[in-house]
């Protein structure tokens, strides 16, 4: 029993090469295809050539204020293209990304930019008063938008390596005060390399790869962001303060998608899109809280994939899986399934012992 407990239920090792870099990728696809679309946003397109070029530049002008490998550099934006540029900058520079919500209270994005210790903030002019004047702001829509505008397109050579951190994602501090989670390069594409064999199937053409929806404070954001952008897909951005993000004009007109990703709680949002016409996607994506079957019942008339994935921000973003159709809905509450490729398992009771 232990043997099976310990190893017979963890044989997920999968062959891949865990040297690369999430940037890698990203450039592989430029070079690919650098005139196919990446970013549909509120009617606006950026091709991959285009994102690839802003994010050099912004990453150039980062190295040039000290950004390297190892250094934390904050971003407060609201949701749009420019959110994925800053996001792809930082990570050129060397640097690792925090991700600051503009909708924190002023009290928790004092203590995330004390607590962090970043060396600046990728902001905009609207929003830099939220960050109290604590370290030096980039505004990419201000003074700094010139300056930027300057610096080189070409790649940037910042020397960052697997081992390096990504990202710093604060948890919701509930049970006491937020803490950062560190996320390496190899931990962030190990779950990436997973997403692909799980949620990037089909590969046709004309379809969309996902909705970028969710905060991208939330890790659970990822999934959709970095599953597109390094598998060549278009990524659709939600407009900006949508209370019914599923029933926008940009979400529609460019569905249907490989996968979209939600939390339990959007899936009531959902309802109306199942009910006639064709599947605005093939296969749903649900994490973040418990999953149970009463929400997901108003798809058993449909052929769509439920995948549902759990796994804590410090295990980053997903660790199982549990897959099945809508057709065949399991009775209660919906299991978290098995690890994911290169991922162990092990159930503890409470002195630690193997259950």
Do not use: W
Not at 102 to 123: E, F, G, N, Q
Not at 136 to 159: H, K, T
Not at 175 to 194: D, Q
Not at 195 to 222: C, I, P, R, W
């Amino acid at each position: 029993e232990r043997e099976q407990l310990v190893a017979g239920f963890n044989q997920t090792e999968r062959d891949y090469d865990l040297s690369l870099t999430v940037l890698d990728l990203f450039a592989g696809q430029v070079k690919a295809d650098g005139s196919s679309a990446a970013l549909i946003f509120e009617g606006q397109t950026m091709s991959y050539g285009e994102l690839d070029e802003a994010s050099n530049r912004l990453g150039h002008y980062l190295r040039g204020l000290g950004v390297g490998p190892e250094s934390l550099v904050g971003i407060c934006l609201e949701r749009g293209m420019d959110m994925v540029v800053a996001i792809l900058g930082i990570l050129k520079s060397g640097g690792a990304y925090v991700p600051i919500d503009p909708d924190y209270p002023i009290d928790r994005i004092s203590y995330m930019l004390t607590d962090s210790a970043v060396s600046c903030v990728v902001s905009s002019q609207g929003l830099s008063d939220r960050l109290g004047g604590a370290c030096q702001v980039i505004e990419l829509d201000g003074a700094d938008r010139e300056r930027v505008s300057l610096c080189s397109s070409e790649a940037v050579a910042s020397g960052v390596v697997s081992s390096n951190l990504a990202y710093v994602i604060y948890t919701s501090g509930s049970t006491g005060r937020p803490k950062g989670v560190m996320v390496e390069h190899s931990n962030l594409l190990s779950y990436l390399a997973n997403d692909k064999t799980t949620y990037m199937e089909n590969g046709q053409a004309d379809v969309s790869g996902s909705y970028f929806h969710l905060s991208y404070t939330f890790d659970a954001s990822l999934t959709s962001l970095f599953g597109c952008l390094i598998h060549g897909k278009r990524l659709v951005i939600a407009p900006r303060g949508s209370l019914d993000v599923f029933s926008e004009p940009d979400f529609l007109s460019n569905a249907p998608y490989e996968f979209l990703k939600v939390t339990p709680a959007h899936l009531h949002l959902m309802e109306g899109l199942f009910s006639a016409g064709p599947q605005v996607c093939s296969r749903i994506v649900v994490g973040g809280e418990a999953l149970h079957t009463s929400q997901v019942r108003f798809l058993e008339a449909s052929s769509i994939e439920i995948i549902n994935e759990y796994g804590p921000t410090e295990a980053t973003v997903g660790s199982s899986v549990y897959r099945f159709h809508a057709g065949s809905v399991p009775a209660g509450s919906v299991s978290i399934g098995t690890p994911i490729s290169n991922t162990r398992i092990y159930i503890l009771n409470s002195s630690g012992g193997l259950c």
